[in-house]
């Protein structure tokens, strides 16, 4: 039998997986009322940068005049962010960011009261171990999979090399400011629910009852 053959065969069987890129089936309106009860973890890629701006300094993310910074726009959709999903009546528990300031920073305009910062969801590119890479992004896994207190959702606000060594390549086009909506299953596992773009949150604020 032909490999074309073969995989005409398997997927009549239901034997092929699905597409790697396909989006959950959840409503706009079945995802906001979810939101709405709480236990969900939004995942945010930190707002939109400077991108003339480089992390010179990456060791020392104490360093914040050698960082990548938010630009007007980045720190103006965060700020809209949280307006929106408070207007949407989305309860936020918890805020946890990466040690970098556009993480911070894009974590503390949401609005949402005090901000985490952790070395477990920081960038690592190339300043460290694949080993510190791997763990970071099992750490950030690990997050995902656990179910917020009852009645919040928790944020984490982190970088596109973390969420695509955490979840794979179909992130490898997440933009600055696209949050990815998670549901923990109790057992250490997660799902995805939707993917939001930073300035679809106001529309869904305006439009939603």
């Not at 928790?154 to 490898?172: R, T």
């Not at 400011?177 to 549901?183: D, I, N, P």
Request: with cysteine; glycine share 10%; aromatic share 6%.
């Amino acid at each position: 039998m032909s490999v074309i053959r073969l995989a005409l065969f398997c997927a009549l069987l239901g034997l092929l997986p699905a597409a790697a890129n396909s989006q959950p089936a959840a409503s706009q309106a079945e995802w906001i009322d979810a939101l709405r009860q709480g236990g969900h973890v939004i995942v945010f890629r930190h707002g939109a940068t400077y991108s003339d701006q480089a992390d010179t300094d990456p060791l020392n993310p104490a360093n914040v005049a050698k960082q990548r910074q938010l630009n007007d726009e980045g720190r103006a959709l965060a700020k809209s962010i949280g307006e929106s999903m408070r207007k949407l009546g989305i309860p936020v528990a918890q805020v946890q960011t990466s040690m970098f300031q556009r993480a911070v920073d894009t974590g503390t305009l949401l609005g949402f009261g005090e901000v985490k910062a952790s070395p477990d969801i920081t960038e690592g590119g190339l300043v460290v171990t694949p080993n510190e890479n791997n763990r970071r992004a099992a750490a950030l896994r690990k997050l995902v999979g656990v179910p917020p207190m009852a009645g919040g959702n928790v944020v984490i606000v982190s970088h596109k090399p973390n969420i695509m060594d955490a979840f794979g390549k179909d992130w490898f086009d997440v933009r600055e400011g696209e949050a990815s909506v998670f549901k923990p299953d109790g057992n250490g596992g997660y799902k995805l629910i939707v993917r939001v773009q930073a300035n679809e949150w106001s529309k869904l604020a305006q439009t939603s009852n």
